[in-house]
């Protein structure tokens, strides 16, 4: 039908069809465009993604006092790590990462450092902290007073638990990143606590005692007070013996070990390698690296309670 058969008048027709035809260029534009972008930024993140070196993770491998690095997780996560230690000052209701006080920045949180790009990660990886890779632990050492600094720290993991694992009186939910705490940290205030976001890192004297695996899933301790050995000649048989004695006992009771405080150079490692502890402590990220790479196959790292 006509403009004139419906009563519009004809001096608007040319109007009436220069904006329809504005506005069906301006669409098809526009969605071009969309499609343009889309099509653009899912290029640039394959980009990215085979720009980036696939890094096989490292179960073995704990990043000791991991802020010291030029880039705090980050560092450790592009070099396979599977554990990393923060250490965490309580000031003035915000918990902040370094070794010493005097040494604390307001913008170093343990939130910015850790745990947000360790849930970015995670989301990321469909939840995990490596696509398909075995656990991530977050190790947290607490440097001021124990109970104010879990009671700030409390609040904060709640804000993660959806990729943090659950501690309970008789088991223990695994998720993407388990979170133990050490250094003043309170058990016998976590102990009361019938479900938790954190486990506690044992000492050697903890194994005589039992304690549930689901409140102290680790035990880490200092190696010069108990080994004489310092990585020159061979590890003497005695000490050898009661190494691997040690880890046993602590696999038995379904606990994962660690070494602190031990020279750190290869024959420390090869030797804790072999025993089967769990995390072998060091700050030389590359060197450590390397060196599990070069271990063979079927010389299996202890699993995780």
């Not at 343009?36 to 930024?41: E, F, H, S, T, Y």
């Not at 006080?101 to 450092?113: F, M």
């Not at 035990?219 to 990585?231: E, V």
């Amino acid at each position: 039908m006509s403009r004139q058969l419906r009563g519009e008048p004809e001096g608007r027709q040319p109007v009436a069809q220069g904006w329809n035809l504005l506005y069906r260029r301006f669409s098809i534009g526009s969605v071009s465009a969309v499609v343009a972008m889309a099509l653009w930024a899912g290029t640039a993140a394959r980009a990215v993604d085979a720009a980036e070196p696939v890094v096989s993770p490292l179960a073995q491998a704990h990043a000791h006092n991991d802020y010291e690095h030029p880039r705090p997780l980050l560092d450790a996560l592009a070099r396979g790590f599977c554990s990393v230690e923060a250490d965490i000052h309580l000031v003035a209701g915000q918990l902040l990462v370094a070794h010493d006080l005097a040494q604390v920045r307001p913008d170093r949180t343990l939130e910015r450092l850790y745990l947000d790009p360790l849930r970015e990660r995670v989301q990321a990886n469909r939840g995990r902290v490596y696509a398909q890779g075995p656990a991530f632990f977050l190790l947290i050492d607490f440097k001021s007073n124990g109970p104010a600094t879990w009671q700030a720290l409390r609040p904060v993991l709640a804000q993660y638990a959806e990729m943090l694992t659950t501690y309970r009186a008789d088991r223990t939910e695994p998720k993407a990143v388990t979170v133990v705490l050490s250094g003043n940290s309170p058990r016998e205030q976590l102990a009361q606590e019938p479900t938790r976001l954190a486990g506690i890192d044992g000492r050697l004297n903890d194994l005589p005692r039992n304690p549930s695996p689901h409140l102290v899933p680790w035990i880490s301790d200092n190696w010069p007070r108990h080994f004489q050995w310092r990585g020159a000649g061979e590890m003497p048989v005695a000490e050898r013996t009661r190494l691997r004695d040690l880890v046993a006992q602590a696999h038995a009771q379904g606990r994962q070990v660690r070494f602190w405080g031990a020279p750190d150079q290869e024959p420390i490692w090869q030797e804790q390698f072999l025993a089967g502890v769990d995390f072998i402590n060091t700050d030389k990220l590359d060197a450590l690296r390397q060196f599990l790479l070069r271990q063979p196959a079927g010389v299996p790292p202890n699993p995780a309670p």
